[in-house]
């Protein structure tokens, strides 16, 4: 069942890995069947070395496991709940980057300092609010995705694909696994890049109006950055 889709998750995991996102078990990345509405996400606590593509885990969108012999991510209502919000995100990746983690443990958004920000980023990488002792016990992972969706207020996800948890860490998304990991790749060297602007003292966002231009001239309508697919 959805070999092909567990096939990129389990790539997608080790991409993690690869790039230096993810150390021991600590993140997870999961994809949604756009024609079924399953997902698939990686195994808890299944170290990565060991990991095949027959590991990953399909769920329904409520949670329940369809097929496959482990326990799905702890992460999963988080993701599910990411899934049931956005039609638009098929693709979600949760890690402790360094950089990113260290912005979300102080509980600061990230500022588009730069080009490079808004060139992925259509304004600030929004952290959430702290949850409560009371959402904490109860339904944790469930209020997690909450206060993501909070966190992101009326926002196009897919302009936005990161939110960071405060006093945890980034979940990243885009159209497919794929696409997820390289947002979180790039929220990391975005996060790297705004720790040492703020060492050099520098507290002001870049011009609204150089943001909209490298934004937009990527990913807007009129965008003309890249090559033309061919037919």
């Known amino acids: 069942m959805l070999d092909k889709l567990k096939i990129s998750v389990f790539k997608a995991n ?9 150390i021991h078990t600590w993140g997870n990345a999961s994809g949604r069947d756009k024609s079924t509405g399953l997902i698939v996400i990686k195994p808890s606590g299944v170290r990565y070395g060991s990991m ?7 769920i329904d969108p409520e949670g329940k496991v369809v097929e496959g012999k482990n326990k799905p991510s702890t992460d999963a209502p988080t993701h599910l709940m990411l899934y049931k919000k956005y039609d638009a995100i098929n693709g979600i990746v949760h890690t402790h980057s ?17 080009t490079t920000h808004a060139d992925h980023f259509y304004g600030p990488v929004p952290c959430s609010r702290k949850l409560t002792k009371k959402e904490i016990s109860n339904d944790y992972e469930i209020n997690t995705g909450k206060v993501i969706i909070e966190a992101l207020r009326d926002a196009d996800p897919l302009t936005i694909p990161s939110v960071l948890v405060n006093c945890h860490g980034p979940f990243c998304w885009g159209k497919d696994a ?4 390289y947002n979180a790749i790039a929220l990391e060297e975005i996060a790297r ?10 507290k002001e966002p870049v011009d609204q109006y150089l943001l909209d231009k490298h934004y937009l001239r990527k990913h807007g309508k009129d ?5 033309k697919k061919s037919n």
Not at 14 to 22: K, M, S
Not at 52 to 58: G, L, N, Y
Not at 178 to 181: D, L, N, P
């Open 14 to 22: 080790l991409d993690l890995v690869d790039q230096g996102l993810v």
């Open 193 to 202: 890049m705004a720790f040492y602007t703020v060492l050099l003292g520098q």
């Open 52 to 58: 095949k593509p027959e590991d990953m885990v399909v």
């Open 98 to 114: 360094t950089y990113a983690t260290s912005w979300a443990q102080a509980g600061k958004a990230i500022p588009p300092f730069g």
């Open 178 to 181: 794929e696409e997820a990991v």
């Open 223 to 227: 965008a003309y950055y890249g090559q």
